[in-house]
């Protein structure tokens, strides 16, 4: 049976809300550009609640400027506009700053446009009407590929002291044991442990060492 999420237990959603990552996505400026003033509003509207900043503008010229002389991370392109079509606004862009992250929105998908909006360096492709979490996860993607997104560092820090803490526990090694084996206080490993403290790169790789893990496999994903 799935459980919808309005289903969900105070006590789940809790435990839910403790285990999601959050990313840091307040620094992240997006341009929307679209004929569709509806859909520049909808788009931006949620984008702005999951912390985004956003502009949006109509006419797909003067985004493709706009885009050029803002400093802009992400770019949302409809495919279909008047006077010129999103792959060209892809291509004036990324022809000036490759490092732009251009996605394209479009009602009418075919592999002949997708392969033709990859080739211009366009970095995602999403068919419209989409669901919020689609685009969330497309922008999300890029951002990610692109080095824009990144963890919050008191995030970051209870992520890691989890991995370290489930893998000791795994083990059935104590804290003390594992003091022994990196010259560390239990004191300092609880801290790291619980998230309290960041750990040093000197203090992963010799935890990771007597764990017995690369300390590039103890930071995967995080």
């Known amino acids: 049976m799935v459980v919808k ?20 996505r307040n620094h992240i400026k997006i341009l929307v550009v679209d004929d569709d003033r509806s859909v520049c509003e909808t788009v931006a509207s949620l ?22 002389q803002q400093s802009f991370h992400l ?3 409809d495919l279909k506009m008047p006077e010129m079509d999103g792959i060209e606004v892809v291509s004036r862009i990324t022809e000036v700053d490759h490092r732009v992250g251009c996605i394209i ?3 009418y998908p075919d592999l002949e446009t997708a392969s033709a909006a990859m080739r211009a360096g366009c970095r995602d492709y999403i068919t419209k ?29 209870r992520l890691i002291g989890q991995r370290i803490r489930r893998a000791r526990l795994s083990q059935t090694m104590t804290l003390r044991q594992l003091s022994e084996l ?13 998230g309290k403290n960041a750990a040093s790169v000197w203090a992963l790789a010799r935890v990771s060492c007597a764990l017995g893990y690369q300390m590039s496999a103890l930071l995967q994903g995080v």
């Open 5 to 24: 999420s309005e289903e969900l237990t105070e006590q789940e959603a809790r435990k839910r809300a403790r285990l999601t990552v959050k990313p840091v």
């Open 47 to 68: 984008l702005e609640r999951n912390g985004f900043q956003v502009q949006t503008i109509c006419d797909p010229k003067a985004g493709a400027e706009l885009a050029i």
């Open 75 to 77: 770019v949302l392109i």
């Open 105 to 107: 929105m479009t009602a």
């Open 129 to 157: 009407p989409f669901k919020q979490d689609e685009l969330l996860q497309a922008i999300d993607r890029t951002c990610k590929k692109m080095g824009f997104i990144y963890t919050d560092e008191g995030e970051l820090n």
């Open 182 to 194: 990196t010259q560390l206080t239990t004191s300092q490993l609880s801290q790291v442990e619980l």
